[in-house]
C-alpha cells in the first residue's frame, strides 16, 4: 500500500515538474529569441507578416526543447522519489 502511495506521489511530481519545466523551457526560449530577432516569437493565433522559414524554426525549436526538459523533469522527479524511499 505504501508502494502504491509513493507511485503515485512520483506520477504526480514528475507532471507537476514536467509541466514546470515545459513552461520555463518556454520562457527561455521566448526571451532568447526576442533578444536574437528583436521580436517575440511568431504564435499561432498572430496575423503578423512571419515569413513560413521563421514559423517553422520558432516551432521545431520549441517543441525541442520543450520535450527535452518534460523527459529530463519527469525522469529527475523519479529518481528522486525511488531514491528517497
Same mark, same amino acid.
Given at each position: %500500500?505504501?508502494?502504491?502511495?509513493?507511485? %503515485?506521489?512520483?506520477?504526480? *511530481?514528475?507532471? /507537476?515538474?514536467?509541466?514546470?519545466?515545459? =513552461? #520555463?523551457?518556454?520562457? #527561455? &526560449?521566448? +526571451?532568447? =529569441?526576442?533578444?536574437?530577432? /528583436?521580436?517575440?516569437?511568431?504564435?499561432?493565433?498572430?496575423? /503578423?507578416?512571419?515569413?513560413? *522559414?521563421?514559423? $517553422?524554426?520558432?516551432?521545431?525549436? +520549441?517543441?525541442?526543447?520543450?520535450? &527535452?526538459?518534460?523527459? %529530463? $523533469?519527469?525522469?529527475?522527479?523519479?529518481?528522486?522519489?525511488?531514491? +528517497? *524511499?
Amino acid at each position: %500500500m505504501a508502494d502504491d502511495k509513493k507511485t %503515485m506521489i512520483a506520477k504526480v *511530481a514528475g507532471v /507537476g515538474a514536467a509541466f514546470a519545466a515545459a =513552461w #520555463l523551457a518556454q520562457k #527561455l &526560449l521566448a +526571451s532568447v =529569441w526576442k533578444a536574437t530577432t /528583436g521580436h517575440t516569437p511568431p504564435k499561432p493565433e498572430d496575423e /503578423g507578416d512571419a515569413r513560413f *522559414a521563421e514559423i $517553422a524554426i520558432a516551432t521545431a525549436l +520549441s517543441g525541442a526543447i520543450v520535450a &527535452l526538459v518534460r523527459v %529530463m $523533469a519527469t525522469r529527475g522527479a523519479a529518481k528522486y522519489f525511488s531514491t +528517497s *524511499a
